[in-house]
């Protein structure tokens, strides 16, 4: 109940001071742009106007026009919330911390732009900036990777990447023509359509070692020539998971969990590329086991098969 | 949105609160709130008043919104204000440095800071010369943030204060309740973590947001032990627990064993030898495996030996058919 009550003064407070900027804008617009639906935003508007100065008389309370028939909204008296007041901690966390994301993050949006808006919203934010300074984001992304991804999207050329692949662990030098960039939960993910693969990847843009910008020469087909993706059904594989190593249920997509009597779980799990799931099955040392299908058994055996050579 | 009456209300007498704060530079009594604001009218009697204003002082003071306590010169208090600094200060962005902004409010989408940021930006907004309204960016790129741990640590954080909850570490035991005086908060490898120093194992400890079971209460106790000069709270997460450290030489091959390879100058292209190290030996052994023929122990001979142990147990594990003809598409 207070986080409701909360949440809805701070948007009530940063509401005033912007419709009285924003003179005649309608309902719906500023609905938009508070995330709130045209009835909400109504509803706030109507208590609005019922708040003001001790006294409360006609001339203390708020006064907000919103009603005729274009639904335009003016601020009449704002009393004294003219001004907005200082950006509470959570607001200015929220904008600093998505800042520095961006400012690891490769793509399109202007760098010194954002320097230097990070740099007035830290002025105004006062002592506080030195604890959002311990709010910090870790992409894990090179700042010369970024400028070079950066560069080869903006002048439309390709990108000489060393990439640390995570499927099959190894480290290969490819010629990429970027697509784009997208991210998601502080990770930077690169498209592209890569000259090795003969396809179009996705590539982690923190396991790219080293990047430079190539030349203009693009080779990708266009859309239409450009070979379908293959929308063929992931294949799913059985699994069964020692009961110690349950947690792996938190870190990995295993479906359809089924406990069994002896506290081990069988499920399932997508398999993207087999390779992946021969690493899980290795890397945990015996306690996920395959159990079909037989063709991901046989190619489990296969790399033990090769792993203990060096060992004979 | 399924506001019910009471929360109008409430929200209706902070905001009479908040404004009758603001409305003079001299402090106003207690008695004055309570006959003026018209929310306290409902107040059965005064100790019913004073829990209700305690709280409502509270909750906008969590708001970030200054609200001073005067003292009279016999050091009784002697009523409250808003303290001079209470607005925004005069910001004056570009057009490009607003775009960037409106951009990284975008960022959180429906997360538990999406709110904040978005009123955050239209604040900005409104101390622009002339009517400024930008338009949401989709740039694609999100942060989901879900964890409600999240917003009551950055505000513990701010006000260096201790924080408790429950939690649920990641070796499958059961939850158990921790006191943590919070140095930072990291986004890392898709999670969002907590560093601070642990009250009850008396020292640093990094905490996973998506593991705590339940709420984050902000107690009212001050950090005993701040975050030491010099720390950087983003290495501390994926190096702690680290005392133990299990160790290994390793020839990788070339090209191959990129995990293993990672924070080593090496050639990536040669045969390489490298110290690979790892929390526990279990952990160490279970990395090793995972580069399969990519990598071969080379000392001590005991891991050499569990490597190989392991990777025949699990060959032994896969041989033949598997039960029940199960897992097919």
Not at chain 1, 68 to 90: F, K, M, N, T, Y
Not at chain 2, 59 to 80: A, H, N
Not at chain 2, 184 to 205: E, I, N, S
Not at chain 2, 254 to 276: C, E, K, N, W, Y
Request: aromatic residues 4%; hydrophobic residues 45%.
């Amino acid at each position: 109940m207070s986080v409701t009550s909360a949440a809805r003064l701070s948007r009530l407070l940063a509401m005033v001071p912007w419709l009285y900027a924003n003179d005649g804008i309608t309902v719906a617009e500023a609905a938009r742009h508070f995330g709130v639906t045209a009835s909400q935003l109504e509803t706030d508007l109507w208590l609005l106007i019922v708040c003001g100065l001790p006294g409360y008389g006609p001339d203390q309370l708020i006064d907000i026009q919103f009603w005729g028939p274009d639904a335009r909204i003016h601020v009449l008296d704002p009393q004294a919330l003219e001004r907005p007041l200082r950006l509470s901690g959570d607001e200015s966390a929220a904008l600093l911390v998505a800042l520095r994301l961006l400012a690891q993050v490769p793509g399109s949006h202007d760098r010194q732009a954002l320097l230097s808006a990070m740099g007035k919203l830290q002025q105004i934010a006062g002592g506080q900036a030195d604890h959002d300074a311990t709010v910090v984001v870790d992409a894990g992304t090179g700042a010369e990777v970024v400028s070079a991804i950066d560069a080869a999207l903006a002048q439309g050329r390709t990108l000489i990447i060393r990439y640390a692949g995570s499927t099959r662990d190894t480290i290969t030098d490819r010629v990429i023509e970027p697509i784009g960039v997208t991210s998601l939960d502080g990770r930077a993910y690169l498209e592209g359509w890569c000259r090795l693969a003969g396809d179009v990847r996705t590539f982690r843009v923190d396991r790219i070692l080293e990047a430079s910008v190539g030349d203009g020469h693009l080779e990708r087909p266009q859309p239409d020539q450009a070979t379908t993706p293959s929308m063929a059904p992931v294949a799913l594989a059985s699994i069964e998971l020692a009961p110690r190593s349950r947690w792996a249920l938190d870190v990995y997509p295993i479906e359809e969990p089924q406990e069994q009597p002896d506290g081990s779980v069988r499920g399932r799990i997508a398999v993207q590329d087999p390779e992946w799931v021969v690493r899980l099955v290795l890397s945990m040392r015996g306690d996920l086991v395959v159990l079909g299908p037989d063709s991901l058994r046989e190619a489990v055996v296969a790399a033990t098969d090769r792993a203990l050579q060096a060992y004979a | 949105m399924g506001d019910s009456g009471t929360r109008v209300d409430r929200t209706e007498r902070l905001l009479d609160l908040l404004l009758c704060l603001m409305a003079t530079a001299r402090p106003v009594p207690r008695s004055a709130i309570r006959s003026v604001v018209p929310g306290y009218g409902d107040a059965p009697s005064e100790a019913a008043f004073e829990r209700m204003f305690e709280r409502d002082k509270d909750e906008l003071r969590s708001m970030g919104i200054p609200i001073e306590t005067v003292l009279d010169p016999g050091g009784d208090v002697e009523g409250y204000r808003v303290s001079g600094d209470y607005a925004l200060a005069e910001v004056r962005l570009t057009p490009e440095e607003l775009a960037v902004v409106s951009l990284a409010a975008s960022v959180w989408e429906e997360a538990v800071l999406a709110a904040p940021a978005r009123n955050a930006l239209r604040k900005l907004e409104a101390v622009q010369d002339g009517p400024v309204r930008s338009m949401a960016s989709d740039a694609g790129i999100r942060m989901r943030a879900q964890e409600a741990g999240l917003v009551p640590t950055l505000a513990a954080l701010r006000e260096c204060r201790m924080v408790t909850f429950d939690y649920r570490a990641g070796n499958g035991e059961s939850s158990a309740r921790r006191r943590v005086d919070p140095w930072g908060v990291v986004a890392k490898d898709g999670h969002w973590y907590l560093v601070g120093h642990d009250q009850d194992r008396q020292g640093p400890r990094v905490f996973r947001l998506s593991r705590i079971e339940g709420s984050v209460t902000v107690t009212a106790q001050s950090q005993q032990h701040p975050l030491p000069a010099g720390t950087d709270v983003s290495a501390m997460v994926g190096q702690m627990d680290a005392d133990l450290k299990a160790e290994a030489v390793v020839r990788v091959r070339a090209g191959m064993a990129a995990s293993l390879r990672a924070h080593h100058q090496v050639d990536p292209f040669a045969d390489a030898d490298i110290t690979v190290t790892a929390p526990t030996r279990a952990q160490l052994v279970a990395r090793i495996c995972a580069a399969a023929d990519g990598a071969v122990v080379l000392d001590p001979a005991d891991v050499r030996i569990e490597v190989s142990e392991a990777l025949a147990a699990i060959r032994e594990q896969h041989q033949g058919q598997g039960p029940s003809g199960t897992g097919q598409a």
